[in-house]
């Protein structure tokens, strides 16, 4: 498999890869290294996060492992080697890894808001309390007013600055509240432009 570790599904989209798949291998003593039975690859959606992605690749993943068994009992399967040089350390996600940083491109933070979505969840800090993101998008349209300053909020979405283009989120859960879309968020905050996430 090309990610090898805790995360490979979060890894897959926070790299923004269009392909994914399922790998039955042998076990061997190192993480991830045995040789391969069988595989199947599966494409990537653009609106696909942790959640989604993972169930699919389950569903998949749990036939494959009936047909490798089967493969197994008939000795019809023939192991192959993996290439070392192909793999890919995927590392367990650490808290310090959720934290947004808004000098990353639009596009880098909307990969990551997708791999860790639903959970952990990438966060920010609003008026000095924590605020999760889902639900992004990238615009590349509008003015730029620096890293993580509010550049429009409306009652469906709020747009911020990055290094690169707008990100766009639909979704909120702010510190000690349930999650929730923007329209009804905004009913009780008030989020600008001009306001500074991330301080």
């Given at each position: 498999?090309?990610?090898?570790?805790?995360?490979?599904?979060?890894?897959?989209?926070?790299?923004?890869?269009?392909?994914?798949?399922?790998?039955?291998?042998?076990?061997?003593?190192?993480?991830?290294?045995?040789?391969?039975?069988?595989?199947?690859?599966?494409?990537?959606?653009?609106?696909?996060?942790?959640?989604?992605?993972?169930?699919?690749?389950?569903?998949?993943?749990?036939?494959?492992?009936?047909?490798?068994?089967?493969?197994?009992?008939?000795?019809?399967?023939?192991?192959?080697?993996?290439?070392?040089?192909?793999?890919?350390?995927?590392?367990?996600?650490?808290?310090e890894m959720t934290i947004i940083n808004w000098s990353w491109a639009a596009e880098k933070i909307h990969n990551?808001?997708?791999?860790?979505?639903?959970?952990?969840?990438?966060?920010?800090?609003?008026?000095?309390?924590?605020?999760?993101?889902?639900?992004?998008?990238?615009?590349?349209?509008?003015?730029?007013?620096?890293?993580?300053?509010?550049?429009?909020?409306?009652?469906?979405?709020?747009?911020?600055?990055?290094?690169?283009?707008?990100?766009?989120?639909?979704?909120?859960?702010?510190?000690?509240?349930?999650?929730?879309?923007?329209?009804?968020?905004?009913?009780?905050?008030?989020?600008?432009?001009?306001?500074?996430?991330?301080?």
């Amino acid at each position: 498999p090309k990610y090898r570790g805790a995360g490979p599904i979060q890894w897959s989209l926070m790299n923004g890869d269009k392909i994914s798949g399922i790998t039955v291998f042998q076990i061997m003593p190192s993480v991830d290294t045995g040789d391969i039975l069988l595989q199947e690859k599966m494409d990537i959606f653009p609106n696909d996060n942790m959640l989604t992605l993972g169930t699919r690749l389950s569903t998949i993943g749990a036939n494959l492992v009936v047909n490798a068994l089967d493969g197994i009992e008939a000795g019809s399967l023939q192991p192959i080697i993996q290439n070392n040089n192909n793999a890919t350390h995927a590392p367990k996600i650490t808290k310090e890894m959720t934290i947004i940083n808004w000098s990353w491109a639009a596009e880098k933070i909307h990969n990551w808001v997708r791999g860790l979505s639903p959970h952990p969840g990438m966060s920010t800090t609003w008026k000095g309390k924590r605020m999760r993101i889902f639900n992004t998008r990238v615009v590349d349209e509008g003015a730029i007013l620096g890293n993580g300053i509010v550049f429009k909020a409306d009652s469906e979405e709020i747009f911020v600055g990055t290094g690169e283009h707008l990100l766009v989120f639909s979704e909120i859960q702010l510190e000690g509240k349930k999650r929730m879309n923007v329209s009804d968020f905004m009913k009780g905050n008030n989020i600008q432009m001009g306001d500074k996430l991330g301080e």
